[in-house]
Nanobody, 119 residues
Framework: QVQVVESGGGLVQAGGSLRLSCAAS????????MGWYRQAPGKQRELVAA??????NYADYVKGRFTISRDNAKNTVYLQMNSLKPEDTAVYYC??????????????WGQGTQVTVSS
């Protein structure tokens, strides 16, 4: 099994910055993709950014403001969020997909970290 834990959320003013961290642990053989999603109350969960060996993908609304990166040795992914806007307010979830040591595919989610941006 693979565990995923996010951290770094908080309350910031518009224009401020936050750095989210997500650490995966467990019986990991290979991680194929790590990504950040967010979900505001009453809304669908949406992709924010993802990273894999193929590169990085960003939602249009965060391009130029957010940066996703990872530390492969630590099975950790980061999301640097700059120029935050009130509409960025949401619970941010980390998603990790890959294979376990038994070559079983996994798709694990963290419990989420709250990001609140005030005007």
């Amino acid at each position: 099994q693979v565990q995923v834990v996010e951290s770094g959320g908080g309350l910031v003013q518009a224009g401020g910055s936050l750095r989210l961290s997500c650490a995966a642990s467990g019986s990991i053989f290979r991680i194929n993709v790590m990504g950040w999603y967010r979900q505001a109350p009453g809304k669908q969960r949406e992709l924010v950014a993802a990273i894999s060996s193929d590169g990085r993908n960003y939602a249009d609304y965060v391009k130029g403001r957010f940066t996703i990166s990872r530390d492969n040795a630590k099975n950790t992914v980061y999301l640097q969020m700059n120029s935050l806007k009130p509409e960025d307010t949401a619970v941010y979830y980390c998603n990790v997909r890959g294979s376990t040591v038994r070559t079983t595919d996994f798709n694990s989610w963290g419990q989420g970290t709250q990001v609140t941006v005030s005007s």
